[in-house]
């Protein structure tokens, strides 16, 4: 657990930076609902607007039944109230006894064909007492592993990240293994992406919760330049939109790949991890079910069919062990070069 | 929370308490899956057997494909080690720093007919330093709900707590419904059944973390008589022993209920709850993963296919919407009449 304690005030924020923030939360959702009913050609997000009883509300939109969506949500919410839930308070401890704002648009979207990737989008602002910080990410999860959609997808997200500091990429990346770890079945999610929390403008980037992975980075990373809430801001804005050119060509890609039962069954059974990953690990997760939040919105990231088989091993040598040997396994995906 | 701490010693324990235990459970894992086998007439019942690295190990059996069964596991095991999860020691201070020791079979059936109910089953014992205790229970959860199947458990159950102790039944039935509850669906699991922990020999029946269940029994049930060691585990002997006289009868009046795809569906949908259930709430799924069990055992809880679908209701006046508004709420099964 990392625990800290603010010595000296943290940047100075806006007066409209809840505005500001919530804004733009509301035209991410906006814009990437726009791109996968583009690119699914077939299905339309509907739209169901919710109340707190304790405080804000948010706009939950779902799709079902697509051509390349089975299933796919995209929530935008603001939420405020007298205390945030335990989990938190226990990392930002300055923010005990305040009030809260929180504000994020979060996605999951899970393909029809298995050779599509499941993939998750969280981007989130929060503001309590003396306290604020942005936090977020975006995870790859593929059923049958490319190592050129891995590239695609971390090489796009690279970029975003060195617009702004050569240090966000390669933090974030081991925070994103990091965290979308299962660890009752030592596993990641997926081939990660990016990962980040507390962000708050101070000079030290990583506030995980992993030794092993701070003592890493210490030898490879130093702190970086205190960061104003513009700049963290701006930042934020640049990952969320680098979404859909990360995203899209992949899916693009797959889509008309012919799979059949084979792949169907991998496919279902895989998506079980994703279910024991948002129920028993996921900070957004746990955070909505502890705030009372709208508990259909908060779960629309499950996927719409799923499979568990007791004691499930993929063939050695083919492209369901891969996925196990290669792909769930951290690996240098944005330098990764083809044919190598 | 509950916590509280030892005045005086609890009970004796005799010297081969923990063979005794262990032993009784490995007997009711042979006779569950002997019983099962019988009544689904096809599948049979394949085991691993596990060590824990740490300490123990298991023998796991599951079915699967079966006439009656979709996918059945009974699972005994047997760990120690030297300390109990956070979980547990803050429910049991007088634990911290000790060795523990802990046996149980746990099991999960979730059958192919829509009309037949899913049942659980666990009953476990505990010794650590000073404190030792007894839990476990029963719950049924059907997907289509009939007022005489609940009845006929419940009744079932009584009687063999009864013989006990008149005080047991209420209590237990009462805690029941207060734990196999999804708070963030504001939806008991099922139609209950007992569930009890921390039964140590003193004088207090209930041990719960709900306020208002402890208000509610305080009024009508005092404290009992000390009870000893033998007598607890007479007691679970007991209720474990009226698992197969509960549940057989009601799979074999529902076995052959014709169904369709509108009972499939609904059945798979409330799946997800378990699901929901055992990865978010779990006491026993929690156990296991922190203390580094064998994943596959401990998830061969959850069910074989499963559906989520956004903001699903049912419509008014079906048998889905019956099960809704009658059986997912407390009820006074064991007094049920016919024709009430």
Request: charged share 25%; net charge negative.
């Amino acid at each position: 657990m990392t625990t800290s304690t603010i010595q000296t005030p943290l940047p100075q924020v806006p007066t409209d930076s809840r505005s500001q923030v919530s804004q733009f939360m509301q035209q991410l959702q906006d814009s990437i609902c726009a791109g996968l009913e583009e690119l699914d050609g077939k299905a339309k997000f509907r739209q169901d607007e919710w109340e707190r009883p304790e405080g804000g509300g948010g706009r939950s939109r779902v799709m079902a039944e697509g051509n390349v969506f089975e299933k796919g949500g995209v929530n935008f919410s603001e939420v405020f109230g007298s205390h945030l839930p335990p989990s938190i308070v226990k990392q930002r401890p300055d923010a005990t006894g305040h009030d809260f704002y929180a504000t994020g648009t979060s996605m999951v979207l899970h393909p029809r064909n298995p050779y599509v990737p499941t993939v998750h989008l969280n981007y989130r602002y929060f503001e309590a007492g003396p306290v604020w910080w942005f936090g977020g990410g975006l995870d790859l999860t593929p059923y049958y592993g490319f190592a050129e959609d891995a590239h695609h997808l971390h090489s796009t997200l690279k970029t975003a990240c060195d617009r702004h500091n050569p240090d966000y990429y390669p933090v974030f990346k081991l925070w994103c293994d990091e965290y979308f770890y299962l660890n009752h079945r030592q596993e990641m999610r997926g081939v990660g992406g990016i990962f980040f929390d507390y962000q708050d403008g101070r000079g030290k980037l990583y506030k995980g919760d992993k030794q092993q992975a701070a003592l890493e980075l210490s030898d490879r990373i130093g702190e970086v330049p205190e960061r104003s809430w513009q700049e963290l801001f701006s930042f934020i804005q640049d990952c969320a939109g680098s979404f859909l050119p990360a995203y899209v060509p992949i899916a693009q890609k797959r889509r008309d790949t012919p799979w059949g039962d084979r792949e169907r069954d991998f496919q279902l059974y895989r998506r079980g991890r994703y279910v024991e990953f948002n129920l028993v690990y996921d900070r957004g997760t746990i955070f909505g079910l502890q705030t009372n939040g709208r508990t259909e919105s908060i779960l629309m990231s499950l996927p719409p069919v799923v499979r568990w088989e007791y004691d499930y091993h993929p063939q050695p040598n083919t492209p369901e062990a891969q996925l196990y040997d290669l792909f769930l396994k951290p690996q240098d995906w944005a330098n990764w070069v083809e044919g190598s």
